[in-house]
């Protein structure tokens, strides 16, 4: 994955890289981001998210909701509706990567 210097990912920041649609978009939870994930998912608050995410149990609805609040976080201006209609790159398991690494990002490895 190739980003130029002003779009790289910044760890530090808990952002992460990803190819969707043949584009390189950077990804992050932020706290607005964070609150979109737990109305969107129905979790109360952010142990809640953690602990629906522990099992590894998820759908790929969640996938889209955590991927494009992710997007979303980082700036983009983008629907769910609209992530669902592109092509991420390595299909299911690409999507399952792209949730794994940024929820690690955002909530540590350990998660």
């Not at 002003?6 to 939870?29: F, H, M, S, Y």
């Not at 522990?54 to 991927?67: C, H, N, Q």
């Not at 494009?68 to 976080?73: E, I, M, N, S, W």
């Amino acid at each position: 994955m190739t980003f130029t210097d002003q779009q790289r990912p910044n760890a530090r920041r808990g952002e992460i890289g990803a190819t969707i649609d043949g584009q390189q978009k950077v990804l992050c939870l932020t706290l607005g981001a964070l609150a979109e994930l737990e109305a969107g998912l129905a979790a109360n608050d952010l142990q809640g998210l953690a602990e629906r995410f522990a099992g590894g149990r998820v759908s790929a609805r969640d996938l889209i909701t955590i991927i494009g609040a992710g997007l979303r976080g980082a700036g983009a201006q983008i629907s769910d509706q609209d992530l669902a209609a592109m092509r991420i790159e390595g299909g299911l398991r690409g999507a399952a990567d792209i949730a794994a690494r940024l929820l690690r990002a955002t909530f540590g490895d350990d998660r």
